[in-house]
């Protein structure tokens, strides 16, 4: 059958739609059984995949993939329903006694939500803490001029949908780099808790503007994904919520920290620029070449952060497990 008029299943009304409507009567969040079961008796109907797409477009976003539900249904919960909070970027950027003049008439151009501060005592403490742990790039004259810092900026976006994560996320990776032009000393993005120098952030937006998605989502996951974060037993990423995915975490005792970095880097790549929107399931396995170690990834809800934190992220985690 030719493309476009292939039968794909569509729900009519959306699993979303009737999801969200569950959970309203519930008054507490669906549990998998529970999802499973609307799945299950939920009404589709077969169309072809061009009028599947135009649907598409006029919902204004992918329903719930009922082949991957319980994890796909946390894409669009938190906008379905209201509960919970969707991500928001804040940006962090100390600067010299003139920033605040220098970034007037860019702050109004953007009408961008923001907030100054005056000098914070432990700024440079607070920067070095959070420097990007796979490639350090803030230096020592860096730090000394963060210390010597006059005011802060402090720049905030509005809360953004999975779908809204890739425009938002490169608009305000843009914005950073104006307003590191305009006299900003370093960058923090205080919702992944990741640092970078100056230098770097600039040249991250040059990579972003490139025509390759490969360098476009490379740029944009090492601005704002901060990894590999260890705690007791786990080694995990923190900031791919702000790309509209969820994070990835793996057990210590399956991998060092080096194979987990790498590890969340080519996975996360895949999922960004090569995986179909969608298309990657919980269950599924991966690995990073056919020598390497296979995970079989699991979809789990974020855990260790309140709901209401910045670096809490309403789309899960991907947990890769031992085969």
Not at 8 to 13: D, H
Not at 245 to 266: S, W
Not at 294 to 318: A, H, I, L, M, Q
Request: with cysteine.
């Amino acid at each position: 059958m030719a493309k476009g008029k292939q039968l794909v299943p569509v729900f009519i009304p959306p699993l979303a739609t009737m999801l969200a409507r569950a959970e309203e009567i519930k008054g507490s969040a669906l549990t998998e059984t529970e999802v499973l079961r609307i799945r299950d008796h939920a009404v589709c109907m077969m169309m072809r995949t061009g009028d599947a797409a135009k649907m598409i477009e006029s919902r204004g976003y992918r329903d719930v993939n009922p082949e991957n539900c319980w994890a796909d249904w946390h894409r669009l919960r938190t906008q379905m329903t209201g509960n919970g909070y969707l991500p928001k970027i804040v940006l962090c950027l100390p600067g010299g006694k003139d920033f605040r003049r220098d970034c007037e008439a860019i702050l109004r151009e953007e009408s961008v939500e923001h907030e100054w501060r005056k000098t914070e005592k432990r700024m440079t403490d607070a920067f070095e803490a959070s420097e990007f742990r796979v490639r350090p790039t803030l230096t020592d004259e860096d730090l000394d001029r963060i210390g010597k810092h006059k005011s802060v900026l402090y720049l905030l976006s509005p809360n953004f949908t999975a779908g809204d994560a890739p425009v938002v996320s490169l608009a305000f990776l843009r914005l950073g780099r104006r307003l590191l032009e305009a006299g900003g000393l370093a960058m923090k993005c205080e919702s992944a808790g990741i640092a970078h120098g100056r230098a770097r952030w600039i040249t991250l937006t040059r990579q972003a503007g490139s025509k390759d998605a490969d360098k476009r989502w490379s740029a944009l996951f090492e601005a704002f994904v901060q990894f590999p974060i260890q705690s007791e037993a786990d080694f995990y990423t923190c900031g791919m919520h702000l790309l509209g995915k969820p994070d990835l975490i793996v057990a210590t005792d399956l991998t060092p920290a080096a194979g987990a970095a790498e590890l969340f880097t080519v996975f996360a790549m895949y999922l960004l620029a090569e995986c179909p929107d969608g298309g990657f399931g919980s269950g599924h396995t991966f690995s990073m070449s056919h020598t390497a170690p296979r995970y079989r990834v699991v979809w789990e809800p974020c855990t260790g952060y309140e709901e209401d934190e910045f670096f809490f992220n309403p789309f899960g985690r991907w947990r890769f497990t031992a085969v």
